[in-house]
């Protein structure tokens, strides 16, 4: 992997960590972040090895804490829609073919839970905080958060933290559905890893396609979804992996899968 100056990128066997390390910063999202971490996505999209992606924050105060809004000063109406129009981060996170867990540790605001929305699981600690603030600022969240808040933990929901900019802690996070699991700060990388590691267990292929039909779900009608359900139910028929699941099933044995 290359260097980079607001990221990093580290390789665990199957499983990729990358984390926005700007600490000083409470690990908020600049351009610099948007850029590197969007050709880190690219990099590891093309890397067989790596099959689950964990996104984090740097030290244990913040996930991250959203937008630099210090940015946000030099920014017209024309060139800040030009840049959202551009590949982005949220976006690069939404279509990254492998599963992406958010490991939070800490604030998760604006931006920030804008980027664990991307995400396909959320795993947090007992610490967390949510947010969507913008609206103190006379903004609406502009990085996918009231599109993809709403689909996950419904519109009322979602409208009340839009509309107020208040914070939930963890404990509420989870009972609205907005993350999978909630740890000891202590615990979250040890879980965290856990779980990216049993689903890196599985065929990739499978996972992929798991992932894409789940995606589809919420944005297409039922009869839609189940068109696209059975012909990649029916795409894995064509895979190695497909005929490795089957006969270490019939043997009694553990599967290797090798994402062919």
């Known amino acids: 992997m290359p260097s980079y100056e607001t990221i990093t990128v580290e390789k665990r066997n199957a499983v990729a960590v990358l984390t926005i390390n700007r600490p ?12 590197e971490s969007v ?4 990099e590891l999209r093309r890397d067989d090895s790596v099959r689950v992606l964990v ?7 913040c996930f991250v804490a959203g937008a630099d809004i210090s940015e946000f000063q030099e920014q017209t109406p024309v060139s800040q829609r030009d840049l959202f129009h551009e590949k982005t981060l949220f976006n690069s996170i939404d279509t990254f073919p492998k599963p992406v867990i958010a490991m939070i540790n800490g604030f998760c605001l604006g931006g920030g839970n804008e980027l664990a929305l991307a995400c396909d699981l959320r795993v947090c600690s007992e610490n967390a905080k949510f947010s969507q603030p913008e609206i103190n600022l006379g903004l609406i969240p502009g990085g996918g958060g009231t599109q993809r808040l709403a689909r996950l933990i419904g519109e009322g929901r979602a409208m009340e933290i839009m509309l107020t ?4 802690d963890a404990q509420t996070a989870f009972k ?25 267990d599985k065929a990739p292929i ?23 359900e059975v012909d990649l139910f029916a ?15 019939l043997e009694k044995r553990k599967p290797v ?3 062919k």
């Open 165 to 168: 900019g208040d914070m939930i």
């Open 24 to 35: 000083d910063k409470l690990n908020a999202l600049n351009k610099h972040v948007h850029r």
């Open 206 to 228: 499978a996972l992929q396609l798991a992932k894409e039909a789940v995606k589809f779900a919420s944005r297409s009608n039922l009869d839609e979804g189940l068109r696209r």
């Open 176 to 200: 609205f559905g907005l993350v999978n699991h909630v740890y000891p700060l202590a615990e979250l990388e040890e879980k965290t890893m856990e779980l990216a590691n049993k689903i890196a």
């Open 235 to 249: 795409l894995c028929f064509s895979t190695e992996d497909k005929q490795e699941g089957v006969s270490a099933f």
């Open 55 to 61: 996104f984090t924050g740097a030290g244990e105060k």
């Open 39 to 42: 050709a880190a996505l690219d």
């Open 257 to 259: 899968f090798k994402g």
